[in-house]
């Protein structure tokens, strides 16, 4: 397509100045003199319109060039040959070419700019989420996550601000999947674990894969079956055996012990069926505990306890009493 300089001369005056009546109707009619006008005209109109949006981005470069551009254009309303003559097509080229590296940068920038969601659960309510590279979390009750509506660049990044949550994340070597909590990440590449985040303290136990924890200057490379306590107020980083903490029995509705002790059962039982138990002697004598529940009744469970060590269990309500027989 072949148009003129007079009439990308006079394009430029009307959209210099797109109040002016005259410039207005007199691009009106040269535009429907023909489809090549028409087409031309579109075209450099959307290169003017993309450069509003150029500017607004501040870390590009061409943002100074885009702006000396409307200065140099806004300073000469009307088209006035310079003393050393350049072609008007060269100088239409060369803006064309500034302008479609910053609309193409917009562009750039746009396609890799990340919204956050937030997903909260409330008591009694547990819920899920499925990224856009395939990853699965799954929310306890009272939980807050915040995660990309995209994944985008050489990271997959989310925010477990309370509560727990288990992870199921899908292998990408290329792009580290990372959980950020208040003073501690987690990083993997691929794997399924849980975290527990409350305000004393953030447990995580590994289910497959491996995962990097880090808490303020500690770290720690946990594998399958390993977990790790950090406790905010003395900012330590502890290792633990994650076989029989359950921590993800509120999405499995599965209880494991291997040979576990009481204690450890007792802890699981409190954090799966939101119970609070109390001791009223020592069990530190009584043997180990290999036992797996799925979908039992908390009564069931402290039956099976009862049957197996000597001792008498009151249930009322939140609330469970343990005593050992006399």
Do not use: C
Not at 256 to 267: I, N, Y
């Amino acid at each position: 397509m072949r148009v003129d300089e007079e009439y990308l001369r006079a394009i430029v005056q009307y959209l210099n100045d797109p109040e002016n009546v005259v410039a207005r109707e007199a691009m009106e009619t040269m535009r429907g003199q023909s489809p090549d006008h028409e087409t031309f005209y579109q075209e450099v109109f959307f290169l003017w319109t993309s450069s509003a949006d150029v500017r607004s981005l501040d870390v590009l470069p061409v943002r100074e060039a885009t702006a000396r551009l409307s200065a140099r254009l806004k300073a000469h309303p009307r088209y006035t040959p310079p003393v050393r003559q350049v072609s008007l097509w060269g100088w239409a080229l060369r803006a064309a070419a500034v302008l479609a590296v910053g609309v193409g940068a917009w562009w750039w920038y746009a396609a890799s700019r990340v919204s956050y969601i937030t997903r909260t659960t409330a008591a009694g309510m547990t819920d899920s989420v499925r990224l856009a590279d395939a990853s699965r979390i799954f929310l306890d009750a009272n939980t807050t996550l915040r995660y990309p509506d995209r994944i985008a660049g050489d990271a997959r990044t989310v925010y477990l601000d309370q509560g727990n949550a288990f992870f199921s994340v899908s292998h990408d070597p290329g792009r580290p999947f990372t959980v950020q909590l208040d003073g501690s990440s987690v990083t993997v590449l691929g794997t399924s674990f849980t975290i527990q985040a409350s305000a004393e303290q953030v447990y995580v136990g590994v289910r497959t894969g491996t995962v990097r924890f880090t808490a303020g200057n500690a770290a720690s490379i946990l594998q399958a079956g390993d977990g790790a306590i950090f406790r905010r107020k003395t900012h330590t980083l502890q290792a633990v055996d994650a076989t029989n903490r359950n921590a993800d029995a509120w999405i499995t509705h599965e209880l494991r012990f291997v040979d576990a002790s009481l204690q450890e059962v007792l802890t699981s039982l409190e954090d799966y069926y939101h119970v609070q138990i109390s001791l009223k002697d020592s069990i530190a004598n009584f043997r180990k505990f290999n036992a797996s529940f799925r979908n039992n009744r908390l009564d069931e469970v402290l039956d099976v306890l009862a049957a197996t060590y000597p001792i008498a269990v009151e249930h009322t309500d939140s609330r469970v009493v343990i005593r050992n027989l006399p």
